[in-house]
């Protein structure tokens, strides 16, 4: 499938095949011992996007500076699916270091969609998304900055789910903003979604913020919705860019909800013209403190020509970083500099309390928060390179739920102009088995 | 500079003129009244969490180095912080 698929859609930088299938005949040994060591898991092929640690396998967040780089352990998910038998394919491409809607910005090649190998397949986690649409690996990882994991899986026609932030520990992934990235699945349904979600969410003392709570996210998931109330944000109807086809498969999706027995009731999220703003604030802050660990000291490509230390870090940067990157680095250096911290930084912190806000008082009326995932399907490669502020407002109705931590999941709901639509779920900050309940009544009513 | 992105001399327009528009767009964060909103750095209650003061197992200084761009004697090796004297 790799083969036959990736000279069409180019989803992987790296395919580690012997050692696949070294992983593959273990699985297959496992199974065939029948002593119970075998799990829902063993044995079933995978791809890892490019910013999670993969001991030995080498790993760039799809970014130059990091070409050559092999981890020396194993990313907490990583190592608990290597625990339950997982076969690992190979990393998949994204955007350089998550940044980006469209795995355009990747330091390396962009990935085309499966459904239209003219179109781009959303981003930044793009290639896990690609990968499974195409069927070239039964599930994927990838990780949800402000819509990285939601935003490919809409596009691509697959599920994908950012869990609560907490749910999964960050130990291992290379971070790009450490208050809201996670990691997640990408599945073709909402059962594999909670099985994956479950095998990699709980406690570890690698990450602080990862959470000490229980996970159970398979008991209530056939339960259906109803008796559910789906809270319809009118903000999220109204975002600039939104296509008509969009919207309407959007509609039918929440009328069939309706159908088998949710209860729809008008919700508001004050604050979502904001959103964008306080993102590409926070968002490029953290990450321009992130990156600045990368100086060709420790790891990474270091430019030999460098005669001094300083040196060193501008031939480097400049050599390593991509267009995008250094916009962010920029960005954020910026909104954290003396005399323009409080307008930019604090500011935007500020505003991410009322966003925060915004989605407790709505979830005090309803059980979770139906939308469309992206305003626009799958859009031409190229199309928006040019034109950053574009780019961004893709995430417009996703990045809300990274800034309020809350869970999402997008699920494929029907096409516009023959391309995939994505229906967003959005749980209260631990309601990841409510999402999967509700996004599962939704799959099955549809599939019905 | 602060940055150390090493820019080149024309990229300085650029990205003035495209950080300019995104800035132009964030500039509406001063709309809203935040006053009396404390800020939120971290979305999810947590409390620290301590763990006893114990040695654990590591990386092997060998498997640190694995990756540096230049080591030798058991050490990363970068470049001379000044340059020397012609």
């Known amino acids: 499938m790799i083969e036959r698929e990736e000279p069409r859609i180019a989803a992987f930088l790296r395919v580690t095949g012997p050692e696949a299938r070294a992983q593959a005949e273990a699985a297959d040994r496992r199974l065939a011992s029948g002593n119970g060591a075998a799990g829902p898991l063993t044995g079933i092929p995978l791809a890892v996007k490019d910013v999670l640690s993969v001991h030995g396998v080498e790993t760039t967040a799809g970014s130059q500076i990091l070409r050559g780089y092999r981890p020396p352990f194993d990313a907490t998910a990583i190592a608990r699916l290597r625990e339950a038998g997982a076969v690992f394919l190979g990393m998949t491409n994204c955007d350089e270091f998550a940044m980006g809607s469209s795995t355009e910005n990747s330091g390396y090649f962009p990935t085309r969609n499966p459904h239209d190998p003219s179109r781009v397949p959303g981003g930044s986690s793009g290639g896990s998304a690609a990968a499974v649409a195409a069927g070239e690996a ?31 520990s960050r130990y291992g992934l290379i971070a790009f903003a450490s208050s809201l990235d996670q990691i997640g699945p990408f599945t073709t349904t909402v059962r594999d979604a909670a099985l994956v979600l479950q095998a990699i969410s709980g406690l570890d003392p690698r990450d602080a913020t990862c959470a000490d709570r229980p996970v159970d996210l398979l008991t ?70 992130n990156l600045a660990r990368f100086d060709a000291v420790k790891y990474g490509a270091r430019d030999e020509d460098a005669r001094t230390l300083l040196d060193t870090y501008l031939r480097t940067r400049r050599r390593g970083f991509g267009t995008e990157v250094r916009r962010r680095v920029m960005l954020g250096t910026y909104a954290l500099s003396a005399g323009y911290y409080d307008a930019y930084y604090l500011k935007a912190q500020k505003v991410r309390t009322l966003i925060a806000q915004d989605f407790a008082r709505a979830f005090e009326r309803c059980d979770a928060i139906v939308s469309a995932t992206s305003p626009t399907v799958a859009f031409p490669i190229g199309a928006k390179v040019d034109d950053p502020l574009a780019m961004y407002l893709n995430d417009v109705l996703t990045l809300g739920g990274n800034l ?19 229906l967003q779920v959005l749980g209260p900050q631990w309601g990841d088995a409510t999402v999967l309940r509700v996004a599962r009544a939704y799959e099955a009513a549809r599939d019905a | 500079m602060l940055a150390r992105l090493g820019l080149e001399p024309g990229e300085e327009d650029f990205y003035a003129e495209q950080l300019g528009a995104i800035l132009g767009h964030i500039d509406r964060l001063g709309e809203v009244d935040t006053d009396a909103i404390p800020p939120t750095a971290q979305v999810v209650p947590l409390a620290n969490r301590m763990r006893d003061d114990a040695v654990r197992p590591c990386l092997t200084r060998e498997q640190a180095l694995a990756n540096a761009p230049e080591a030798r004697d058991g050490m990363f090796v970068v470049r001379a912080i000044q340059e020397s004297e012609p």
């Open chain 1, 138 to 168: 039964v599930y994927g990882l990838g990780t949800d900055t402000g819509g990285s994991i939601r935003q490919p899986a809409a596009l691509c026609g697959v599920v994908g789910m950012k869990p609560t932030y907490g749910r999964v």
């Open chain 1, 404 to 422: 309020a931590g809350v869970p999402g999941i997008s699920l494929p709901c029907g096409t516009s102009d023959g391309l995939p639509v994505g």
């Open chain 1, 220 to 289: 209530g998931l056939e339960e259906g919705v109803e008796g559910l109330r789906l809270g319809v944000p009118r903000e999220y109807f109204q975002v600039e860019g939104m296509e008509p086809g969009v919207k309407a498969a959007v509609e039918r999706a929440l009328l069939l909800l309706e159908r088998n027995g949710a209860e729809l009731v008008e919700v508001s999220l004050p604050h979502t013209d904001y959103g964008l703003a306080a993102y590409y604030i926070i968002a490029p802050a953290e990450c321009s403190s």
